[in-house]
């Protein structure tokens, strides 16, 4: 054939109109299949193998069209038909005219696809926006992701309700240290119960792809766990079973469990996770249980329920002096006391660094004594350097801890490195996206980076999740505060006193009232505060905070010294990046105080440092 007529003879011969064909069918081919495939729980390979076949059949399509054409006799060669005949023309047309149904079917496909991707877009800002996640457009779920549900508790003694919700935990805790797989914190599925109607709607919000149901019936030394593991946009039950076993064997089905479900999400496992997987924390079910009921406690990050947890983890040490995760749970336990003004830091350092200090020389892959370990280091040593060095080993350790990426995230803050700490506390959100308190301190950061605006809506959204929230309410108040909104921001201090802040609360309502004169009501709120001090410990950042409002630079800088004197530092840590701290700016006092907690040297370069 004559090269100049190549060209000529491709359309001939319907070549083109065979590949656009060819290329239309093959879209909606792979649309349907994506579409039908999960609904009938095909395995993830199967779409591979579709589109790898398509692609393969492209040129056997393409040398086909050029080698035969079709006539009302039957398929013959192409060279055997004449070319000005109209056999090939005719089939030409009937191939644009296919290609052509073909094209709108798939536009109309296209379109209904753009369309619900700007709805899901949209519902996604109303309702990812509240839980942390950043307005924007549409991403997808990943499908190695999942969400464990609260499982039931069929016990006859619902007092057992702490060992239904500890195999949840145990399960969730050993898929978070895959990193080849999304994994939900527990503070956010903790707000769904077991086996909810809408699991589609539940795994949109919490940006996953399945969910695993379960409930835990226990009776003497016998348990029984029952699993589903369900692909939430079909409602395709990917695995389902039901272990029988004695107590003493509760590892072992958790570690089932967790295997068996990243084997069906087709999850790369290393070496050291498949070891994860199937540790055995302890030998002695009696510290098992006390530790569950520790947890149980340390869960409702209360004051005295903290105190309960202490107590709990200690008796399951005393069961099993060699249980590494119970001391991890102790010293995290500890760290957190001071917080909720319910120890003296002080008190707190020694217990802590002791409990620690066993976790790691028992199991020095404890993601959960690591992140303790950060936390100590930055709230009570000032220790940036160690408390960043401890809290990249606990995500190395657990990629889906959003405890470490939280408390790492807000050290970073402190030293001014606000676009970092916002971007890690949005990647606590991924996994953690309901957690109130991590949806708050995000709206924290912004107030330290002046970014007030979106501080406010982060608060308010934060509050459309739960308005009893008392601290969502106190820092909107201080959000509304700094810009100049004095009666909406009392409202707020009013409210989170009335749900339970009984110390921040009152003194930043109490500062607000001596800014704006109402100097009689300031004081007595902080004569309130100091007996309090005389009953129990009180952090003295707390008097500065009042000291700022009514003026008095001497007071205040006095209160933080004694703050800095207490080891306290888990407000303290913020001095430079707090803006009721301006005024104070400049004063010989409070500079010297400011270089002990984050030395400049240390603030100016992470401030300067690659966000």
């Not at 940006?207 to 030394?221: C, F, N, T, Y």
């Not at 953690?432 to 330290?448: E, Y």
């Not at 001090?533 to 009514?550: K, M, N, S, T």
Request: hydrophobic share 45%; glycine share 6%.
């Amino acid at each position: 054939m004559n090269p100049r007529n190549f060209f000529t003879e491709l359309t001939r011969r319907n070549v083109y109109k065979v590949a656009a064909a060819y290329a239309v069918v093959s879209w909606l081919l792979i649309q349907a299949a994506s579409i039908i495939l999960p609904t009938f729980e095909a395995p993830g390979w199967t779409m591979k193998v579709l589109i790898a076949a398509l692609a393969v059949g492209f040129p056997i399509a393409v040398v086909l069209a050029w080698a035969f054409e079709i006539t009302p006799e039957g398929i013959v060669r192409a060279e055997d038909v004449i070319p000005n005949k109209s056999i090939a023309r005719r089939t030409g047309r009937k191939l644009v005219g296919i290609t052509m149904a073909l094209a709108v079917i798939a536009a109309g496909l296209l379109g209904w696809q753009l369309v619900e991707r700007d709805r899901w877009a949209r519902r996604a800002e109303d309702t990812a926006a509240p839980i942390g996640r950043p307005r924007g457009p549409f991403l997808p779920v990943p499908e190695k992701s999942i969400a464990v549900l609260p499982f039931d508790n069929l016990s006859d003694e619902k007092g057992n309700a702490y060992f239904a919700e500890g195999v949840q935990d145990e399960i969730l805790t050993r898929l978070a240290k895959v990193a080849d797989l999304k994994v939900i914190s527990r503070t956010s599925t903790q707000r769904f119960k077991s086996a909810p109607e809408n699991l589609p709607e539940i795994a949109r919000q919490l940006g996953v792809a399945h969910i695993l149901e379960g409930s835990v019936q226990k009776a003497a030394d016998q348990v029984r766990v029952n699993v589903q593991l369900i692909h939430a946009a079909s409602d395709a039950h990917l695995w389902a079973d039901t272990f029988d076993r004695k107590l003493t064997d509760i590892f072992a089905v958790e570690s089932e469990i967790a295997k068996t479900i990243a084997d069906t999400l087709q999850v790369k496992l290393t070496g050291s996770e498949k070891i994860q997987l199937a540790k055995k924390p302890t030998a002695n079910p009696e510290a098992y249980e006390l530790y569950l009921k520790g947890r149980f406690f340390w869960n409702k990050r209360t004051g005295p329920d903290l105190r309960k947890a202490i107590d709990y983890f200690t008796g399951a040490i005393a069961k099993d002096a060699a249980y590494a995760l119970a001391y991890a749970a102790l010293a995290q336990t500890w760290v957190l006391l001071p917080a909720h003004n319910a120890a003296a830091p002080k008190d707190c350092v020694a217990p802590a660094e002791a409990a620690i200090s066993q976790a790691l020389a028992l199991d020095e892959s404890l993601s959960d004594a690591h992140a303790a370990l950060g936390l100590l280091r930055a709230s009570f040593q000032f220790n940036y350097a160690g408390a960043t060095s401890e809290f990249d080993r606990a995500l190395q350790l657990n990629p889906n801890d959003s405890t470490a990426l939280h408390w790492s995230a807000m050290v970073y803050g402190s030293l001014g490195q606000s676009e970092r700490a916002i971007a890690e506390l949005r990647r606590a959100l991924e996994v953690d996206p309901l957690s109130l308190v991590i949806n708050t301190n995000l709206a924290v950061t912004l107030i330290h980076a002046r970014r007030l605006d979106e501080a406010i809506v982060q608060l308010r959204k934060t509050i459309e999740l739960d308005a009893t929230f008392a601290y969502a309410h106190r820092i909107l108040g201080l959000a509304l505060e700094l810009k100049g909104k004095t009666r909406e921001a009392i409202a707020e201090y009013k409210k989170s006193i009335s749900l339970g802040d009984d110390v921040p609360g009152p003194a930043q309502l109490a500062h607000l009232y001596g800014k704006i004169g109402r100097r009689d009501e300031a004081p007595a709120i902080l004569a309130q505060l100091k007996a309090r001090r005389e009953r129990g410990y009180v952090d003295p950042y707390w008097f500065a905070i009042v000291y700022l409002g009514l003026g008095d630079s001497a007071q205040a800088i006095a209160a933080l010294e004694q703050s800095y004197a207490d080891g306290s530092g888990d407000d303290l840590s913020n001095i430079r990046v707090e803006q009721m701290f301006d005024p104070l700016h400049g004063n010989p006092r409070f500079e010297a105080l400011a270089e002990k907690i984050v030395p400049t040297a240390v603030f100016t370069q992470a401030s300067s440092a690659p966000k």
